[in-house]
């Protein structure tokens, strides 16, 4: 079958600087292994970009070879996932061609695929994602989306809603169930009506059903944006409060020395104030890291919560802790969602609640030209892909 893939033999061929498109290469001989019990064969028929695979195609912060074999020594049946190859891709949408021990599903039925990957034994814990067998399919486990047909979990199917077409149901899950389980869901920020919430990369993929998710509860999203392109972007989403970073008189988050900007941090109190009214905002959904997260802490008012999934500008950050323990202010960490939100999720889609109108449709064949889009900062919203 075609599938882009990144090679074993490449592994030492990548660093932070590389781009998506140097790494990964596009191969017709590839043989999917055969399916095991509780699994199914996916004919994909449309995906979803997600920065997870300009990480994979990094091999950075860890290499998807290193992944695998972690994902393996947590899941022992799971031993056919570790290959020379490895296929990314975490969101997709086809038609099962094969299956084994569903009672729910069957060949010939359209589905979404999450990108949860847990043991059987574990899904009737009260929150899946807790579990030490969980990992993200296309990420950490292989088979991923970005082929004519990829291996999943029957547990990580979802009835595609017939009112959905096929980009936006391949575009949709892997940020939308995210920002889900970090504003709505009780494992996250659970944010209440009235509530302000500042929402960072506001025109990117997470960002754009953050935005629509604190409106659907009855809050108020404050955008960040770095320039008017995405600026109107997400006033299309209805947005009417948005901070864009081109036009704050102090640029840059940290200095030289790695220390705190504190006349931006002022800045960025003073615009929230002009925009709400209050200085301190109620939440603040993070995924920035090192540049900001000392800042998302600043901004809180007593008792608030930073909900944090990522930390796209670096990982190892400075914070104050006087502004946490002092104001009595939370962090909480968050990853994808379990299969109860991913379904929650995909409801609100289907109701009509949340939409994804993917900004590009891009063709099988440029995948890694979208995916340096995502690497540069140049792509908005959701970018889906057509088989
Ligand atoms: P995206 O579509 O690329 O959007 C991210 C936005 O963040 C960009 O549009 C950019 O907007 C902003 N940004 C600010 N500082 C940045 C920096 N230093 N480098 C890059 N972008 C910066 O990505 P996404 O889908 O929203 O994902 C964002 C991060 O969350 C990624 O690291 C991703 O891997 C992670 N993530 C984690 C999970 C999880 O389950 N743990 C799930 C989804 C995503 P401006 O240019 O307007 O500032």
């Known amino acids: ?63 998807p070879f290193s992944l695998m074999n972690g994902h393996v020594r947590r899941n022992k049946n799971d031993a056919k996932h570790v290959q020379n190859y490895f296929i990314p891709g975490s969101d997709a949408c086809g038609e099962i061609v094969k299956i084994k021990n569903s009672e729910n599903f069957k060949e010939g039925d359209e589905v979404i695929i999450h990108c949860a990957v847990i043991a059987d034994e574990d899904l009737s814990t009260k929150d899946p994602m807790l579990s030490k067998s969980q990992s993200i399919w296309g990420y950490e486990t292989n088979f991923g989306s970005f082929a004519e047909y990829s291996i999943v979990k029957n547990s990580q199917l979802i009835s595609k809603p017939k009112n959905l077409n096929l980009f936006a149901a391949g575009s949709s899950l892997l940020t939308l169930g995210t920002a889900y389980r970090m504003i709505v869901s009780e494992n996250g920020g659970q944010l209440k009506k009235g509530e302000t919430c500042l929402i960072w990369g ?54 030289t020395e790695n220390q705190f900007n504190i006349k931006l941090w002022l800045e960025f109190s003073r615009k929230i104030k002009d925009l709400t009214g209050e ?14 997260i000392a800042l ?49 999720s995909v409801t609100l889609l289907e109701k009509g609640y949340i939409k994804n109108s993917p900004s590009l449709i891009m063709d099988f064949n ?14 908005i919203g959701k970018i889906a892909i057509k088989f």
């Open 1 to 63: 079958m075609r599938c882009w893939v990144i090679d074993k033999k490449d592994v030492n061929n990548s660093n932070i600087n590389s781009k998506p498109s140097d790494i990964l290469k596009l191969r017709e001989d590839i043989i999917l292994p055969e399916i095991d019990e509780n699994e199914c064969l996916v004919k994909i028929k449309s995906a979803g970009l997600n920065f997870n695979s300009v990480w994979s195609s990094k091999l950075y912060p860890a290499d």
């Open 202 to 255: 506001a025109s990117g993929g997470l960002g754009v059903f953050a935005i629509q998710l604190v409106k659907y509860l009855g809050g108020v999203p404050i955008c960040i944006v770095s320039n008017k392109e995405k600026l109107q972007f997400c006033k299309n989403l209805g947005a009417d409060k948005i901070i864009c970073l081109s036009e704050l008189e102090n640029k840059n988050f940290l200095n």
């Open 279 to 292: 200085d301190k905002v109620d939440m603040v959904f993070e995924h920035i890291g090192k540049e900001t």
């Open 296 to 344: 998302s802490l600043y901004l809180l008012r007593r008792g608030g919560r930073v909900v944090t999934c990522a930390a796209t500008s670096g990982f190892i950050a400075n914070i104050d802790l006087r502004y946490v323990w002092m104001e009595m202010k939370k962090l909480i960490g968050s990853h994808f969602c379990n299969p109860r939100e991913a379904m929650e």
């Open 366 to 379: 440029e995948i890694p030209k979208g995916l340096n889009l995502i690497d540069k900062r140049q792509a």
